[in-house]
């Protein structure tokens, strides 16, 4: 279940612009033009973790979103957190 640093590694050089944090984590920050834009994506970001039953913490900080995410079944990084952080990454745009 839990990825190990090289997996993880390979993992982030897969996901364009996200970054181990603490550890256990996975975050990345996502910028936008209007405060509706970024609070569309998050509509978004939900949907597609829905699908995947895989939920991100999410901060909405005006125009800028922050995800981050962990397998907290799994204590730590696995695939699933890999495969919501390109789902995201999908259903991103700045506008
Ligand atoms: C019961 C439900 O399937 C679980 O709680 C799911 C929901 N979403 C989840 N999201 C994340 N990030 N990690 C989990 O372990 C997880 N588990």
Known sequence: ????????????????????????????????????DAIAFVDRVAIASELLNHHPFIAIDYKIVTLRLTTWRGGGLTALDFQAAEAFNNVYTSE
């Open 1 to 36: 279940m839990r990825l190990t640093d090289v997996e993880i590694d390979e993992s982030l050089s897969a996901n364009e612009g996200w970054k181990r944090e603490d550890g256990k984590w996975i975050a990345k920050k996502y910028r936008f033009a209007a405060f509706m």
